[in-house]
């Protein structure tokens, strides 16, 4: 199952973090930037939110074959490893390509055997911040069949007051000033987020039913509240662990209303979004090492022009490693999952497609 608007919101959310940080890279509008982030705007433009809607979103597609049926867990890696690790390897490549331009990324066989793995003692968001969300993405996907299972059998309001412990445990990892955003404490904070978009899936035929019953009005009432939390919610002092959790819940809410809302729905199935939305990982993984190339190629010199070349240069080279990096991976992944699922599936019985 594909929800296309789901596609849109992902695509969204990578030029949110993409404009932020070719923004700051470039030294372009520091200044506007800054006033945005006192209004609704900063939606568009506040890149640590839209990786909190990535780990929502993955939470609510990863979830939704496991209430279709019998779902393979080794399968289920399998096909989750297949998805993110080729266009991550290409990234990394890339990467580190631009890094070398201008310093010497010092690496070593171990470093490489590292980098390619993103489970053990991980440092490559030196040569690609963004890096360290797919960290904490493979981590959960590892975990998921597992987080799961309560999801499935117990209802909503156990497992919501259960997830509040996850949230707890941000206080003790990436939350702390200093403290390690691939920390196993940060994976604890940011199941949280699986977590409230698994229950969404869950629940999502009651959620859009619910929503289809407003009137237009109190929908865009709804959806103007989601994106006021979503986006003027305040991420910094003591209280962020708490603060990020309501982001979350924001970013819920705006799902179930694109679900839903057909006004909102037919926004996001615009042909523009949808290409953005299909392309969204590596869009995601490549924005910064060709807006680093860009900004070395123009020497500084096009403050102006440097931000739209840079995100120009992303979307096409984030569209050819979807069509000849992405689809195949894909591809394979359904293959591994058809494949590995086939010996734990009952005589009789196939299991289901997982997401």
């Not at 690609?128 to 975990?143: A, K, T, Y």
């Not at 509240?225 to 979350?248: D, N, Q, R, S």
Request: with cysteine.
């Amino acid at each position: 199952m594909r929800l296309r608007e789901l596609d849109a919101l992902r695509g969204l959310a990578a030029l949110a973090v993409s404009v932020q940080h070719v923004v700051l890279l470039t030294g372009s509008a520091g200044a506007v930037l800054a006033l945005v982030e006192l209004t609704p705007l900063n939606a568009l433009f506040d890149g640590t939110r839209a990786v909190l809607f990535f780990f929502v979103l993955s939470g609510f597609v990863l979830a939704v074959p496991f209430f279709r049926g019998v779902v393979s867990p080794t399968g289920f890696v399998a096909k989750r490893a297949a998805r993110i690790y080729p266009a991550y390897w290409f990234a990394l490549i890339v990467s580190i390509g631009v890094y070398a331009l201008s310093a010497n990324p010092h690496l070593t066989l171990y470093s490489v055997a590292n980098f390619a793995s993103l489970l053990t003692d991980y440092t490559a968001q030196t040569y690609n911040v963004v890096f360290w969300s797919l960290v904490q993405e493979m981590r959960l996907s590892i975990l998921f069949p597992l987080l799961i299972l309560p999801i499935v059998k117990l209802p909503w309001r156990w497992v919501l007051a259960g997830s509040a412990t996850l949230v707890v445990a941000g206080f003790f990892g990436e939350e702390v000033v200093g403290g390690p955003i691939v920390g196993l404490s940060a994976t604890v904070f940011y199941a949280f987020f699986f977590v409230i978009g698994a229950l969404a899936a869950k629940h999502i035929d009651q959620l859009v039913a619910i929503v289809r019953s407003m009137s237009p009005r109190g929908a865009a009432m709804w959806l103007a509240l989601a994106v006021i939390v979503y986006a003027t919610m305040p991420v910094t002092g003591i209280g962020v662990p708490v603060e990020k959790a309501a982001v979350g819940v924001a970013c819920v809410g705006i799902m179930v209303l694109a679900l839903g809302w057909p006004a909102f729905s037919r926004f996001l199935l615009v042909p523009a979004l949808q290409f953005v939305g299909r392309i969204s990982y590596s869009y995601y993984l490549l924005h910064l090492p060709v807006s680093q190339l860009v900004r070395h190629l123009f020497h500084d010199q096009f403050p102006i022009i440097t931000p739209v070349v840079a995100i120009a240069g992303s979307l096409l080279l984030a569209w050819a490693a979807y069509r000849w990096i992405e689809i195949p991976s894909i591809h394979l992944g359904h293959r591994l999952y058809d494949q590995l699922s086939v010996r734990m599936a009952a005589p009789g019985k196939v299991a289901p497609t997982a997401a």
